[in-house]
């Protein structure tokens, strides 16, 4: 990869081998939203640059737009070309000229949901969550449901309230009914959580009734973000019975403003853990290219680390999940939403919800400033960051995602 013109902070997650996507505002033009490419701290404004390097009427398009939705449906081969010419305007001496103008500090950009979700889904792939849940709710049985090691669990969210970093997070109320409880209250969660989770955007759709194989993985998925689930787990653990997540996961789902492109990720790759039950053929990875991702995750509450979760541990991989997505012939469209479920890893310092880190809050969290948790409390603030590792022993940073809670209303 060709050095770039640009200059960059020492060890900067955003370095010529990332180019993430976002969309972006200005003070200046705050009704604007524009497609924004992430390099050192600037925001290249992609689609002002396209026009001033003279680029094709193909790639000026998709670039200057105010979403990134364009640019999504156009397909893998689009992206591909795309890349190759940010790559091209950022790294040719040339062309410095032209493009060094349509650079903006990200300190004066406005980062916006960098795409429309369309549909949104959330699986349960980490076996560490799943088990650890298993024991805290079902003691002295079986941890793991007996399909879990079959297929990818999931369920149906909702795309409306994905949100973006930053946004903040109104306390959800709902029924809620303790087991010593006669009957169901209602009001505030006094269980609200988080999930550090990562997802996956799709952009180009497939056609209702074809199903998409695991090889077909990287034709579809545009590129990964950091993501948030909250939960309420009170109102979730009255209502779940017996069709799953309702209210208490439906508030707000939270995403990291940079889309880090699917090709940035070759160096991530890793083969998957171990399976010691052998997956049906249309789940079957074990002959195909790995699709686990070597993220190295952090969460802070309140600016202090709670937790490491390993991305690498997930049982399983994001193409095993749109395959099983789409094996009954479920369409999907540009912006389709889909989150590995909470990462979890083996160790108390690697769990990804509070839930396991405070086991549903029997082991409370003690913070460095005196304070505790069992769970989320008015005012606090959660941020999800990641990197991974790029070409030639560089980091790829993914931003974060960001969320500070309000009092119900």
Request: hydrophobic residues 40%; proline residues 9%.
């Amino acid at each position: 990869m060709p050095s770039t013109w640009v200059p960059l902070p020492t060890d900067s997650g955003y370095g010529i081998d990332n180019l993430p996507y976002g969309v972006f505002t200005t003070d200046h033009e705050p009704h604007r939203p524009r497609v924004g490419v992430a390099i050192g701290d600037f925001v290249l404004d992609a689609g002002a640059a396209a026009h001033a390097v003279g680029a094709s009427a193909e790639v000026s398009a998709v670039l200057d737009a105010p979403s990134l939705t364009a640019l999504m449906a156009a397909g893998r081969a689009t992206w591909r070309g795309v890349r190759a010419a940010i790559t091209t305007w950022l790294t040719d001496p040339s062309l410095r000229a032209s493009v060094e103008p349509h650079l903006i500090s990200r300190r004066d950009v406005v980062l916006r949901l960098p795409f429309e979700p369309a549909d949104y889904v959330d699986f349960y792939a980490s076996e560490h969550h799943a088990s650890n849940l298993g024991r805290i709710f079902r003691p002295g049985t079986e941890p793991l449901s007996p399909n879990w090691k079959h297929l990818p669990i999931g369920y149906h969210g909702r795309a409306g309230t994905v949100v973006v970093s930053h946004t903040p997070i109104v306390r959800p109320s709902g029924q809620r009914k303790a087991p010593t409880d006669a009957v169901p209250s209602f009001g505030p969660t006094r269980r609200l959580d988080i999930e550090a989770e990562v997802g996956f955007v799709v952009g180009a759709g497939s056609e209702l009734g074809t199903p998409v194989g695991l090889g077909d993985f990287a034709d579809h998925v545009f590129g990964v973000c950091l993501l948030n689930d909250w939960s309420a787990r009170d109102i979730q653990a009255w209502e779940y019975v017996p069709l799953g997540p309702f209210l208490g996961k439906s508030f707000a789902t939270s995403v990291s403003p940079w889309i880090v492109p699917l090709e940035a990720l070759d160096a991530a790759r890793v083969a998957p853990p171990a399976r010691d039950v052998e997956p049906l053929p249309y789940l079957d990875d074990r002959a195909a290219e790995p699709w686990g991702l070597d993220l190295s995750m952090e969460v802070r509450l309140n600016g202090h680390v709670i937790s490491r979760p390993p991305f690498a541990s997930m049982y399983w991989t994001a193409a095993q999940q749109l395959a099983h997505m789409t094996v009954n012939g479920a369409s999907l469209r540009p912006g389709d939403l889909f989150a590995s479920g909470t990462v979890s890893g083996p160790e108390v310092g690697e769990r990804g919800a509070l839930i396991e880190i405070t086991w549903n809050g029997e082991n409370p969290l003690k913070l460095p400033d005196g304070s505790s948790r069992t769970y989320l409390e008015d005012g606090d603030e959660v941020t999800i960051t990641a990197t991974a590792p790029g070409p030639n022993g560089t980091r790829l940073g993914f931003g974060e995602v960001s969320g500070r809670i309000l009092a119900a209303r």
